[in-house]
């Protein structure tokens, strides 16, 4: 019954209080949209599909982006990338890789939970160097973590099993907004900044300018809070490696996802899309000669989870087109008045950045603020490149978990409530904003010179 109302009065209220600022029509109605949907996506007060609905449909009712903008999530590449995952994901499992690939955690003598999510940690890590989509590694990384998580006796309901599964998608995710190609919003960025003032953002000085900050550091962090929040004692694996060679199903999805991962890697080369290769891997491992894929495994999708990353995609898209948005935030920056300390004007841009990034989502963030940058610096007295590393500091600060698809995704799949995420999303935002934020100033005082 709570709810019922709630789903009524919240943006009611939003709509009555925004109009007596806002003249115009639709963009009170947009502005009332993006907030009721956060607030619905943030609290699960209805389905997140249904939220999706009511977004897309609502937007196009008023007409407040073209229908190409609004159905755009549906065309983009990081869409058909986790439609693909999702289907990747059914084929390791067919042929029960996900086993083989968890014997790696489960050989870990005398196991405790911090040096399994160390474990974690590293692995998830290192994949994020060599897989570039963090959606396409979340959800082939989902089914393996499920096999960690049983294999050392956890079951759904015990917090160690929260813990690891969390390990798994936060690892992967977070610290890779540092590497270059390892995901969306980096890949925006280097793309606007090549496009808009003519240069490069070279793989190595990138890393070298927020890696060891915003990616090592903080994912000694991400593993410490994990340990303190969700400790819980492992049983003794009873899984050992798996001595009996590989059957001809395996050999055929090892060699399919290694090609993919051949040619997601040298993407910089042939400029094929990850999506397509994605896709080819698919079809050949659904062709009837192989029939890995099969159709159960396309009826068995969580199609509720693929519309809500289209809505958030299509939410990002029109924010960041939309000229009312963006004079909003250029009047905002205009107000702010440096002060002498230049660390505490970094870290006041920066939070700036991030907290757009509650409304506009990640990928939005180097969308909308890189063609600002220039503007940004003047005012501010620091260097174009400074401006744009700030972004990076931005949107690699997230507080939601529909801020990153590959997140909202993984709890998805993960079947973890987002409850459990909010909470140490928004404690890992604090500590980054405080701590992490004034350390990537004097970081970048250091390397500046070199990048």
């Known amino acids: 019954m709570i709810k019922n109302i709630l789903f009524f009065l919240i943006p009611l209220v939003i709509y009555f209080v925004l109009s007596h600022f806002i003249q115009d029509f639709k963009n009170i109605v947009l502005i009332t949209l993006l907030i009721t949907t956060i607030i619905f996506w943030a609290t699960s007060l209805i389905p997140n599909y249904q939220t999706s609905l009511i977004f897309l449909f609502t937007s196009l009712i008023f007409s407040l982006s073209s229908k190409e903008i609004i159905f755009s999530g549906f065309s983009s590449s990081a869409f058909w990338l986790v439609f693909a995952g999702m289907l990747i994901a059914s084929a390791i499992n067919n042929v029960n890789l996900s086993e083989r690939f968890s014997t790696f955690f489960t050989n870990i003598k005398n196991p405790s939970y911090l040096t399994i999510l160390i474990s974690i940690n590293i692995f998830s890590l290192l994949f994020s160097f060599i897989m570039p989509s963090s959606l396409g590694r979340t959800v082939l990384l989902i089914p393996i973590a499920v096999i960690v998580a049983k294999n050392f006796g956890f079951t759904h309901k015990d917090k160690g099993y929260t813990g690891i599964m969390l390990a798994f998608i936060f690892s992967t995710v977070i610290p890779a907004f540092t590497i270059l190609p390892a995901n969306v919003p980096n890949m925006i960025l280097s793309g606007l900044t090549h496009e808009i003032y003519g240069f490069e953002l070279l793989y190595s000085h990138y890393l070298l300018a927020n890696f060891f900050i915003l990616g090592f550091l903080k994912n000694i962090i991400i593993v410490a809070m994990l340990?303190?929040?969700?400790?819980?004692?492992?049983?003794?694996?009873?899984?050992?490696?798996?001595?009996?060679?590989?059957?001809?199903?395996?050999?055929?999805?090892?060699?399919?996802?290694?090609?993919?991962?051949?040619?997601?890697t040298t993407d910089f080369i042939h400029g094929i899309s990850s999506s397509v290769i994605a896709i080819v891997g698919v079809l050949f491992l659904a062709n009837p000669a192989i029939n890995i894929i099969k159709n159960k495994d396309m009826n068995s999708i969580n199609f509720s989870s693929l519309l809500l990353v289209a809505a958030i995609i299509s939410l990002g898209n029109i924010v960041a087109t939309n000229d009312y948005i963006k004079d909003i935030l250029t009047t905002t920056i205009d107000l702010f008045k440096p002060t002498s300390y230049e660390v505490l004007n970094q870290v006041i841009i920066s939070l700036f950045m991030s907290i757009t990034g509650i409304f506009i989502t990640q990928p939005s963030i180097p969308a909308i603020f890189t063609p600002m940058a220039e503007h940004i610096g003047l005012i501010n007295n620091f260097s174009l490149h400074e401006v744009i590393m700030m972004e990076v500091s931005a949107f690699s600060t997230v507080f939601l978990p529909f801020q990153s698809p590959p997140i909202i995704i993984g709890l998805a799949l993960a079947n973890i409530n987002q409850k459990q995420a909010v909470k140490f999303l928004l404690i890992l935002a604090i500590i980054t904003i405080f701590f992490l934020f004034p350390l990537q100033y004097y970081w970048m005082q250091l390397v500046k010179d070199i990048i």
């Open 227 to 264: 340990y303190f929040m969700y400790n819980y004692t492992p049983k003794h694996s009873i899984v050992k490696a798996q001595k009996n060679p590989f059957s001809k199903d395996e050999k055929i999805v090892i060699f399919t996802t290694l090609m993919m991962l051949l040619f997601w």
